[in-house]
């Protein structure tokens, strides 16, 4: 059997936009790739999905699961099918996300300093106030070029009509650039030629990338500044990434533990003694980073190294505080934000969104719950959220009392239904919910972004829900030279 | 073995490359040092991965193919089974049939070239572990190794020339940081490149490491100590002569790299340098065939 009939019981969902069909035919830029899978015997498909799952295996690319006692290695899942973006959507896409961070920064910058945009009333006051990322601590804080965002995640979802909405802002420590990375070199191995073939653009630059941006960071006058990586150990789950980035960088990876300050500057215990570290590019958050400011009970930190920050004589990245520019409840402002800013209208649209803190809006949010996704304002990975149309009456009913303990913590969005992007699941084609995540990176030279991404998968049938945490996977994301 | 290995790593990275970015990539600076085909052919095969690499991998005319280089290794290692250890043996007559093995011309035109290279070169691993862990210490393994390190220092100065040689031996020339990236991977250099140079890609840092670094295994300084040391342990008195002749080369040779540096060396040309190098290497090798094998 050829895989060609595979595809001829793919199922078109209603109202959904799909990567690869528009309502007869095959896209133009999926038509290459949609020949070459259809030639391919059915059962060389399979043997394609086990090499893919042997190779993630033999390079350790796992992470591990310690919930019965000894680890367990897993794979975050991967479809071998790849989801292709055209030269003109990603220069659009590009344009879009350049704009959003610009106007992001800018208002870190500001909120961190004179807060004009509070004066001038465009964001409430309150709002900022009320936020826990925002950290009274970065204030008046100069950060090197002003840079906050060194590198943002921003999530993409796109509506039935194929338009692009930004689901979240992710600028604090974003993860799955290995992922970006890795998949690609998957690809190479199990459609040998399929990539030049098509002219995918390469994406193994970023680590070069984000190395010269963090060099460029140092504050001392020095030929080759230090740079690490401040990871929390083996322990975590995204420890893979980590130890990756530090490899393709050639920069020392160290935990808290291998850190200390004196007298305001930081430094790295070595064999030949303390070696002043001068940039750290830390996949800590905020609230570990330095218990003497924040959390007094974790280890992961530094002691100290908040001070040593402030002094000026340390960078760290992504810059401490950006928690405050993508609350859930300030992702709202956004679009306000790049007029305000740029005077410029958003190129890329934000999905609509009710805060549950205003009156009015908590009203009809409640009276329509069902056709609502409602999320926590921090939280993150698709925990703590409430889709109201796949849940049951109970949990809606405590939800609801979750809501009106405190509204502030809540925000409401309609279900927008993900693009579908066929997926080779349990021997079939069948269509998947997807969405985009590229990685931009900011430097003192302009934003850079790499042209490619992660693509999530919610991999259970008709989910909407596509974290690694929920049962989430990802695919190669290729961007075509235009 | 040194050279298979050597090619192998080569084809797998440059194989990887071609898969990257196909516009500005070109088999041809491979097949200019390891081929024996004439520029037409270059041409005719160049932009075909697939072409080249069974070309380089079971192209039975190519002297460097790693089908008649397997051959050769089985054969002298056939030739000299009772100086070898009998799992050496085995090593190689594996590797032997591996490349003989029909599905290995299958997979190189219809399945994924990496996972071809991965496993012949893990082929090559496996001598190499095998050499060092079962072999007597003795006058037999020492010429093993001066042979390996007269091939690797000719290996690496050989490449770094093909590379230079299309920046036109301008070192201050921009380029792509892939271009770089690739000729350090394929020799196995990359993470220490990034460690030892903060700061990004320059054809004078890869110079320093590809020539003079000692702690580097793949440099030609540090094949030239290794060839040294080696070669002093075959000291003897009967054979006065000839090891005086190839140990005064080597020596010098050695200094002369060692007392060296990239500013010194782009002064007298880059190119006339590593011809130099690799003349004088050649040199020592045919030295050393004349007084301990041809016994005339």
């Known amino acids: 059997m050829k895989a060609a009939e595979l595809f001829h019981k793919y199922p078109l969902t209603d109202n959904t936009w799909d990567e690869m069909y528009n309502e007869e035919s095959v896209r133009l830029h999926y038509q290459n790739v949609y020949e070459t899978l259809s030639n391919i015997p059915a059962d060389e498909l399979i043997k394609k999905e086990e090499l893919a799952k042997s190779l993630f295996m033999s390079q350790g690319i796992t992470f591990t699961v310690y919930s019965s006692g000894e680890g367990i290695e897993k794979i975050f899942p991967f ?54 990322h925002y950290l009274r601590e970065m204030q008046g804080v100069n950060v090197p070029h002003d840079i906050y965002i060194h590198i943002a995640g921003i999530d993409l979802i796109r509506d039935n009509d194929g338009t692009f909405y930004v689901l979240e802002d992710n600028l604090r420590t974003p993860s799955g650039v290995s992922y970006m990375i890795e998949n690609r070199e998957i690809t190479k191995r199990i459609f040998p030629d399929l990539l030049p073939q098509n002219h995918v653009r390469p994406v193994t630059q970023y680590p070069n990338i984000l190395y010269k941006n963090l060099m460029a960071l140092s504050h001392r006058q020095v030929s080759s500044p230090n740079v690490v990586m401040l990871t929390p150990g083996i322990f975590n789950s995204a420890y893979f990434e980590h130890t990756t980035l530090a490899r393709l960088m050639g920069i020392e990876l160290v935990e808290g533990r291998d850190l200390v300050v004196e007298n305001q500057k930081v430094y790295m215990k070595t064999t030949a003694g303390l070696q002043q570290v001068d940039v750290i590019y830390r996949r800590v958050d905020d609230e570990f980073l330095d ?71 908590r009203d009809h949010v409640l009276k329509n719950i069902s056709k609502m996704v409602v999320k926590k ?55 998947r919910r997807i969405d985009l995540r590229p990685f931009a990176l900011y430097g003192p030279d302009g934003i850079e972004i790499v042209p490619g991404g992660l693509t999530r998968v919610a991999l259970k049938e008709g989910s909407l829900v596509v974290n690694s945490s929920q049962g989430g996977g990802s695919k190669d994301t290729w961007v075509l030279a235009e | 073995m040194e050279r298979t290995d050597s090619i192998l790593r080569i084809l797998k990275i440059n194989y990887a490359s071609s898969q990257d970015s196909p516009d500005d990539f070109s088999w041809r600076p491979v097949l200019q040092v390891f081929g024996n085909l004439d520029d037409d052919a270059i041409s005719n095969v160049g932009e075909n991965s697939r072409a080249v690499l069974l070309y380089m991998v079971l192209d039975k005319d190519n002297s460097n193919s790693i089908f008649n280089m397997a051959t050769q290794a089985r054969e002298n290692a056939r030739g000299v089974q009772d100086n070898i250890t009998v799992e050496m043996w085995k090593c190689l007559n594996g590797f032997y049939h591996v490349v003989r093995d029909d599905r290995l011309i299958y997979a190189l035109q219809h399945g994924d070239p990496i996972t071809v290279l991965d496993s012949l070169i893990k082929e090559c691993m496996l001598y190499f572990g095998i050499t060092d862990i079962t072999m007597f210490r003795g006058e037999g393994l020492c010429f093993m ?44 250099g990359y993470s220490l490149y990034l460690k030892k140079y903060q700061s990004g890609f320059e054809a004078r840092n890869i110079i320093d490491q590809v020539l003079f670094d000692v702690n580097f295994p793949r440099s030609v300084l540090y094949s030239l100590h290794h060839l040294d040391l080696y070669f002093e342990r075959l000291r003897d008195d009967k054979n006065a002569e000839g090891f005086s002749k190839v140990h005064f080369s080597i020596g010098k040779l050695k200094s002369k790299v060692q007392y060296s540096n990239v500013q010194s060396v782009s002064n007298v040309g880059l190119h006339d340098y590593l011809t130099e190098i690799t003349t004088e290497i050649d040199e020592i090798g045919s030295t050393l065939n004349q007084y301990y094998f041809a016994y005339s």
């Open chain 1, 79 to 132: 479809d071998i099918i790849p989801r292709i973006i055209t030269g003109s959507e990603w220069s659009f896409i590009e344009k879009g996300i350049k704009q959003r961070l610009l106007a992001l920064n800018l208002f870190l910058k500001d909120v961190y300093h004179q807060q004009f945009i509070l004066k001038d009333g465009i964001v409430p006051v309150d709002l900022i106030y009320s936020c826990p």
């Open chain 1, 291 to 361: 218990p003497l400011v924040f959390n007094p009970d974790s280890v992961l930190g530094v002691s100290g190294v908040l001070s040593a920050y402030r002094k000026g004589n340390v960078a760290i990245v992504n810059a401490v505080g950006n928690g405050v520019a993508d609350d859930k409840a300030i992702y709202v402002y956004v679009p306000e934000m790049i007029r305000y800013y740029l005077n410029e209208e958003p190129i890329l649209k934000n999905v609509p969104t009710y805060q549950l803190g205003k009156a009015d809006e």
């Open chain 2, 145 to 188: 190794n001066v042979g390996k390190y007269i091939e690797r220092a000719i290996q690496s100065a050989e490449i770094l020339d093909i590379k230079l040689n299309s920046l036109s031996y301008d070192l201050d020339k921009p380029t792509d940081t892939a271009y770089w990236k690739y000729l350090l991977m394929s020799i196995s």
């Open chain 1, 377 to 431: 304002t921090n939280g993150s990975g698709g925990y703590g959220m409430l889709m109201g149309h796949a849940a049951t009456d109970q949990e809606i009913n405590d939800y609801k009392q979750e809501i009106l303990k405190d509204p502030r913590q809540f925000i409401a969005q309609p279900v927008i239904s993900l693009s579908n992007a066929p997926c080779y699941v349990n021997g079939k084609v069948q269509p």
